[in-house]
């Protein structure tokens, strides 16, 4: 039998709201607000901020609470905003003491907050989040201990002869890309790009210096660029063909800027500080391209791929997905699951130099060196072992030269085996990073909000990840008492019943 109902939407009035009911406790985002330590957050936030000077800022449990709600949800920043006037739990979240309809703030402001807070203020985000999980296992270690049987995991340890602790913890190190939003990058596209851009500063100048245009021939240029593109097969000839129209073009429009440039002293007043860095970065590709068109060449020291993010470079990572990424390289370390970005360079490196930094960091926050070091063989080079050995740090990875005969062992093998297992979860890291918080989308355009974008991302993982340790630590305090009640339960029974068994047995 089938029961119809129409499905006529109803009148806004008629639809009835929870607005006059409590909030449920039991939402996600009522749990994540009572756990977040806000007011040391936004001891970290207020250091960038004026203490006298400027107008108001705005609440920083509100900034740094959208900035979580953004990469949580994976939101575009005008979406963010509406998110967060459509739902009261979110509000709440922010530390509203009442629903309101109006915009916390604009969504434009997201961008200064990027400016504001950088890959180190993120970093000690995530070292106060570390913190505070130490603190708490310190306070239960004898509740998570009984309540984990049989599966508790101690860090190793490494002591001095005074007791004092010297060495302690695994540390995972490993790099990725985080890759740019950009148009995948060919030297006809981008020539095409830097021919426009230059034919609307020639357009600027003669408006604003009262000159007459001098000749582009931009609908010929554009005509010749599209007879490239769109055909479906292209050889070589009509690809290098059309490179060389591109920079003759582009190289004339250069010069008519020159000549316009040139006509009056200050000249260089009449564009501002973006035009002027197209412009440099515009001179800056034809100098490449031309370079790489004479040498009949694809490659070039640090490479220009985009006119709009200039500070985008290839990085020949070759992975299976793709040979070549375009974004920042990260050098990621991680201990207990928290992930710290100890460096982030848009240029191509070899990451076997990001060992020492992060050795050394981990030395700095802690007081400590790690006690066992888990990498990838490209960081466990000569120099890097040699470093490792004299800070008595064990490594775990495979050996340099020949395979030794104990390493052919079945039980050398497995332990290795495994070893090699604990450190693939640097690389689960990198995969939850970039499939639910998209860093491998970086929306930003300028290269320090692009950084920033990055550290966000990774720090509303590891809050994830501090939240979801303290749910498991509530649970297993829970499951304590609950086995705590029923041992005193059964001893009471077990009173009870003796008292009820002595008259017979007097």
């Not at 570390?130 to 998570?144: A, G, H, I, L, P």
């Not at 039980?411 to 090699?420: G, I, L, S, Y």
Request: aromatic share 10%; proline share 3%; with cysteine.
């Amino acid at each position: 039998m089938i029961k119809y109902e129409s499905t006529n939407q109803l009148s806004i009035e008629e639809f009835k709201t929870p607005l006059q009911r409590e909030l449920n406790p039991e939402n996600r985002w009522v749990k994540l607000a009572k756990e977040i330590p806000w007011e040391k957050l936004s001891s970290i936030y207020c250091k960038k901020m004026h203490q006298k000077m400027g107008a108001r800022s705005i609440a920083p449990r509100i900034v740094i609470g959208a900035m979580i709600v953004k990469h949580k949800l994976n939101l575009s920043d005008i979406e963010t905003i509406e998110a967060i006037r459509e739902n009261m739990y979110i509000q709440y979240f922010l530390g509203l003491s009442d629903y309101t309809y109006e915009p916390v703030f604009d969504p434009s402001l997201f961008v200064h907050i990027r400016k504001r807070l950088g890959v180190k203020e993120f970093d000690e985000m995530t070292l106060l989040l570390m913190d505070e999980e130490d603190k708490r296992k310190e306070d239960d270690e004898d509740n998570r201990s009984s309540g984990n049987k049989g599966n508790t995991f101690k860090e190793p340890v490494k002591m001095d002869d005074n007791g004092n602790i010297t060495h302690k913890g695994d540390l995972k190190v490993d790099a990725t890309v985080a890759d740019a939003e950009v148009r995948f990058p060919t030297d006809i596209d981008l020539l095409n790009d830097a021919r426009e851009k230059s034919e609307d500063l020639i357009d600027l100048l003669c408006a604003r210096m009262h000159f007459e245009k001098p000749r582009t021939y931009r609908r010929i240029a554009r005509s010749k660029y599209l007879n490239v593109i769109k055909r479906r097969n292209k050889s070589k000839k009509i690809v290098r063909r059309g490179k060389r129209e591109q920079l003759h073009f582009l190289k004339r429009n250069l010069c008519s800027i020159d000549k316009l440039l040139d006509k009056k002293a200050d000249s260089m007043s009449y564009l501002n500080k973006r035009e002027k860095k197209y412009l440099f970065v515009i001179r800056l590709v034809y100098d490449q391209q031309n370079q790489m068109y004479n040498a009949n060449s694809h490659s070039c020291q640090d490479r220009i791929i985009s006119i709009h993010q200039p500070h985008v470079r290839p990085i020949v990572r070759g992975k299976s997905k793709s040979q070549t990424e375009f974004g920042a390289k990260i050098g990621v370390g991680l201990h207990n699951g928290y992930a710290r970005i100890d460096h982030l360079s848009w240029d191509a490196y070899n990451e076997h130099t990001d060992l020492v930094t992060h050795v050394e960091n981990y030395k700095k926050h802690y007081g400590f060196y790690p006690a066992r070091l888990l990498a990838d063989k490209i960081y466990l080079n000569r120099s890097n072992r040699m470093f490792l050995k004299s800070l008595k740090i064990e490594i775990i990875g495979k050996a340099l030269g020949r395979p030794s005969a104990d390493s052919k062992k079945p039980e050398v093998r497995k332990a290795m085996a495994k070893a090699m297992g604990e450190r693939n979860e640097v690389e689960a890291c990198f995969g939850t990073a970039k499939r639910r918080y998209r860093m491998n989308n970086i929306r930003a355009k300028l290269e320090r909000t692009s950084a920033s974008w990055i550290a966000a991302g990774y720090f509303i993982q590891n809050l994830m990840k501090f939240f979801r340790e303290l749910l498991c630590g509530l649970i297993q305090i829970w499951h304590c008492l609950w086995e705590l009640g029923n041992e005193i339960y059964i001893f009471e029974r077990i009173e009870k019943e003796k008292i009820q068994a002595a008259p017979i047995l007097y």
